[in-house]
């Protein structure tokens, strides 16, 4: 019952924002033609559709020169070669800059009667990541 009450009030405050479809991958995602035009595309040529895919959403460190490489049959394809990525940077860093108010971690307890929610931004999680980096970098050198 409480996580249906949670689920529901976030929803509701997403729907109240301006932003509320380009958050939840909603129409401001979808290119012109809508999914379907998406679909067409990627059928028709994967290995363009993942690149112009790759290089929009991701920061690139080292960018690819291939998107593709087929591979003998059952071997499986190779993707993306010669790129390379930092994780921290497309998945915290960058969202720091783009929105650092919006949430970006979200954490209640199952227990019942124990209701602690933790409700954090981009920043105040890239500042803690860097506390326990810091910590953890130190512990080691006391254990080494």
């Known amino acids: ?3 249906a009450a949670v689920r529901a009030r976030v929803l509701r405050s997403l729907s109240r924002s301006p ?40 920061r690139w460190d080292s960018p690819f020169h291939t998107a593709r490489e087929a591979a003998p049959a059952g071997a499986g394809a190779r993707w993306f070669l010669g790129g390379r990525l930092n994780v921290s940077v497309n998945c915290l860093d960058q969202h720091v800059e783009k929105s650092p108010n919006r949430v970006a971690l979200i954490w209640e ?20 990541l860097h506390v326990f980096f810091l910590f953890s970098r130190v512990s080691m050198r006391k254990v080494l």
């Open 19 to 58: 932003l509320a479809a380009r958050r939840c991958g909603g129409p401001a995602h979808l290119p012109p033609g809508g999914y379907g035009s998406w679909q067409e595309r990627a059928a028709r040529d994967p290995a363009a559709f993942w690149a112009d895919a790759a290089r929009g959403a991701l």
């Open 1 to 3: 019952m409480a996580l």
């Open 109 to 128: 307890r199952d227990e019942p009667g124990t209701a602690v929610k933790i409700c954090s931004s981009f920043p105040w999680l890239l500042s803690h």
